[in-house]
């Protein structure tokens, strides 16, 4: 993934957020992030533009390679590049002078953020602190001076984190709070709950306005399992969602939709910019490829 190789201890400078008329298009044409700082910058400006509209509660999706579980078989998973990103989004003009603190899954990892950052020659602002994922890192009755950027909570056998994450906001339900790359869906946790208790979670995770998403698309080539990129779903607070189709180093615009497409629309539009772009091949192979990626897709595309 050579367009999005990422090198620590880059510039500490804040990243410079990208107005409407211009980013993201090529021409008349949407064009799809081409390079980690455009990734990055795309998600920043996400942000301060959801906070310049007075949401609350953010969320941000950026699964770069060695941030998507999907594909750690080729691309592990990269801690650096988790902090790398959590520091571009405090940087957000909008928490500039609020009172921030990075909530990580542990204490450890908490601490090692902060190493990082200082190794590199990154340190984060006099106004960030850092923390774990638990409600009492969180000033109860925090007001709107606070924000929280709670940094890949993720439900795990036994162990319903989303339920820590409802403590938190209900310790400071004024303050700002952004998921980065959350994984609080139910059938995450894989615990026992009612029909009633499922859905009060689905609506504490819906409360969260989705203000940057960045998924590359893949599927799984058979017979040789090899995982390939096939498009891109895109999104930017104030703009449509985007799908793009092709590999990383050619991704075309394709569709896009007022809200988060469903499953099977971007299926659609993926097989059908696929098959465009696709060799010829025996009838066996064309049925085999259409099979593995209609299982792939109905499994590891959507959000």
């Known amino acids: ?39 990055l910058v795309g998600a920043v400006t996400g942000v301060t533009y959801g906070i310049e509209g007075g949401l609350k509660r953010l969320r941000v999706t950026v699964l770069l390679p060695g941030l998507n579980d999907k594909v750690e078989n080729m691309f592990p998973f990269n801690e650096e590049l988790l902090f790398f990103v959590t520091r571009a989004l405090a940087t957000s003009q909008a928490l500039d002078t609020l009172h921030l603190k990075l909530l990580f899954e542990s204490t450890g990892q908490a601490a090692s953020a902060r190493t990082y950052y200082e190794k590199t020659g990154n340190p984060t ?6 923390g774990s994922l638990l409600p009492k890192e969180v000033r109860e009755g925090g007001g709107e001076g606070d ?92 703009r449509p969602w985007r799908v793009f189709t092709g590999s990383e180093e050619d991704l075309t615009f394709a569709d896009e939709f007022e809200s988060l497409p469903g499953r099977g629309q971007i299926s659609k539009v993926v097989e059908t910019g696929t098959e465009k772009n696709r060799e010829p091949q025996s009838e066996e192979e064309v049925q085999a490829i259409k099979q593995s990626e209609q299982q792939f897709l109905g499994d590891a595309m959507m959000p």
């Open 125 to 130: 602002g006099e106004n960030v602190s850092y």
């Open 1 to 39: 993934m050579a367009n999005y190789t990422f090198v620590s201890g880059v510039s500490n400078s804040p990243l410079r957020i990208q107005r409407r008329s211009t980013i993201c298009m090529s021409g008349d044409r949407p064009s799809a992030p081409s390079s980690l700082e455009e990734v």
């Open 147 to 238: 924000a929280y950027i709670l940094v890949s909570p993720q439900n795990r056998t036994g162990d319903p984190v989303i339920l820590d994450v409802e403590k938190i906001l209900n310790r400071a339900p004024d303050a700002i709070h952004i998921l980065l790359n959350p994984k609080l869906e139910h059938n995450q946790a894989n615990i026992a709950a009612s029909i009633v208790e499922t859905d009060r979670r689905r609506g504490l995770i819906e409360s969260f306005k989705e203000v940057y998403h960045y998924r590359p698309l893949y599927v799984v080539k058979r017979p040789t399992l090899e995982t390939a990129q096939v498009g891109l779903l895109h999104y930017q607070y104030g």
